[in-house]
């Protein structure tokens, strides 16, 4: 997968909110990176493999994108963060069309 990161001037200024059993996280959208399959962030916390959690996006043209997903990979170390990766699960599809178009948009790395 390739990177890039959601440009601070964009209109997806809404955090997004990461939650699961154990954790709750709400990110800014600059630190969100969108996939057509999953997103990747920053995270102070770890999050173990396999990790099921629900994905709150918030979406620019406003509207909200709830599912949910599974770790995949999570790396770092507590001084530095972690990076997650997760893949989103079970999408409808109009879901995957507005995930996809914002992965190919500036908001993603497509």
């Known amino acids: 997968m390739s990177a890039k990161t959601i440009g601070s001037g964009h209109a997806f200024h809404s955090p997004v909110t990461l939650e699961a059993r154990q954790a709750r996280l709400e990110l800014s959208a600059d630190a ?65 069309a507005q995930l996809t178009t914002m992965a190919y948009s500036e908001l993603g790395a497509g």
Do not use: D
């Open 32 to 96: 969100v990176v969108i996939h057509k399959n999953g997103i990747e962030f920053r995270s102070p916390t770890p999050f173990n493999p396999w990790t099921e959690m629900t994905v709150a996006l918030k979406l620019p043209r406003g509207g909200r994108l709830q599912c949910a997903g599974v770790v995949v990979a999570c790396s770092g170390n507590r001084h530095a963060g972690y990076h997650v990766s997760m893949v989103l699960l079970n999408l409808s599809r109009q879901a995957q």
